[in-house]
């Protein structure tokens, strides 16, 4: 579980940061962080598959194996072992194989809730977070004063900016492209 939390968290700030991510060109490295993370899961998820097909069949076969057992202590200590009592031991194993084999189910269940229940009481323990207000901005946040803008194309396209009229004049032609400063 904690490898899975792990590449949940990782994924979750790839895509929180995605804009970021592809700014900076970062792809590859996040790519290969993710790649990683996701084969350390699956080797983990494949020894977690391994052992519990090991621990069914040794539940699944526990019964049988109880039975034998305690029907070869009867015959070991030199009593006559009679259909009646064979019965009533196979009966009394067969009772206990439901639960046997639902045993595993139960204790991974366990294990799951008390994970949950700890992260829940993590999180509501947790201190309240502080609403960020956006701000207030008074004046204008970008502010260019006295510049010069050409194309390269171009010289004549020219646009002047005027701080005393806080205003753009000029021309623009549709049919160019290719902004410089």
């Not at 790519?31 to 069914?56: H, T």
């Not at 194996?65 to 009592?85: D, I």
């Amino acid at each position: 579980l904690a490898l899975r939390d792990e590449r949940s968290k990782l994924m979750r700030e790839l895509v929180s940061g995605i804009k970021v991510i592809k700014l900076h060109a970062w792809e590859l490295a996040f790519g290969s962080r993710v790649g990683s993370s996701r084969r350390a899961e699956v080797a983990a998820m494949k020894i977690v598959a391994w052992l519990r097909a090991v621990l069914a069949a040794l539940f699944t076969c526990t019964p049988t194996l109880v039975a034998v057992a305690m029907l070869g202590a009867h015959v070991l200590q030199g009593r006559m072992l009679s259909l009646k009592t064979a019965m009533t031991v196979l009966s009394a194993v067969n009772l206990l194989r439901s639960p046997i084999v639902f045993l595993p189910l139960v204790l991974q269940s366990v294990q799951e809730a008390s994970l949950s229940l700890g992260r829940l009481a993590r999180f509501l323990a947790a201190e309240e977070a502080s609403p960020i207000s956006p701000g207030n901005l008074p004046t204008v946040g970008i502010a260019i004063d006295d510049a010069d803008f050409a194309w390269a194309a171009a010289t004549e396209h020219t646009l002047h900016t005027d701080a005393a009229a806080n205003s753009l004049a000029g021309s623009i032609d549709e049919d160019e492209a290719g902004f410089v400063l």
